[in-house]
C-alpha cells in the first residue's frame, strides 16, 4: 500500500507563488505526477518527474512557471509553481507509477490540496 499526502496549498494573489509537496508512505520510488481539477473542469495532467529526477514533463499550461522535483530520501515530490494565474485555481493532486498525462498509468492518488489564485 502507498499513501500520498500532498500539502502547501492556500490563496496567494496572481504572479505570487507557492510551494506544493506531496509525502509518500509504503513502496515510493516510482515515476510521479501532478493533476490539477478547476471547478466544473476535468482533472488535467499538470507536471510528471521520473524516480531519479532527471526526467521531468511540464503541460504547455505551466512550462516555464512550474518545477516539479523529488528528495526520495525524504520520499517527497515538490511543485513550485511561480507566476501564478487565477486560472491556476484547482485542487492539486500529486499520483504515484509514471511521469505521463494519461491517468490510466497512476495506480495511487492522494487526497489534494486546494490552490486559489485571485486576480
Known amino acids: 500500500q502507498v499513501q500520498l499526502v500532498e500539502s502547501g496549498g492556500g490563496w496567494v494573489q496572481a504572479g505570487g507563488s507557492l510551494r506544493l509537496s506531496c509525502t509518500a508512505s509504503?513502496?515510493?520510488?516510482?515515476?510521479m505526477g501532478w493533476f490539477r481539477q478547476a471547478p466544473g473542469k476535468e482533472r488535467e495532467f499538470v507536471a510528471g518527474?521520473?524516480?531519479?529526477?532527471?526526467?521531468?514533463v511540464y503541460s504547455d499550461s505551466v512550462k516555464g512557471r512550474y518545477i516539479i522535483s523529488r528528495d526520495n530520501a525524504k520520499n517527497t515530490v515538490y511543485l513550485q509553481m511561480n507566476g501564478l494565474k487565477p486560472e491556476d485555481t484547482a485542487v492539486y493532486y500529486c499520483?504515484?507509477?509514471?511521469?505521463?498525462?494519461?491517468?490510466?498509468?497512476?495506480?495511487?492518488w492522494g487526497q489534494g490540496t486546494q490552490v486559489t489564485v485571485s486576480s
Open positions: 499520483a504515484r507509477g509514471s511521469m505521463n498525462p494519461s491517468e490510466y498509468e497512476y495506480d495511487y
Open positions: 509504503g513502496r515510493t520510488l516510482s515515476d
Open positions: 518527474v521520473g524516480w531519479s529526477g532527471h526526467s521531468t
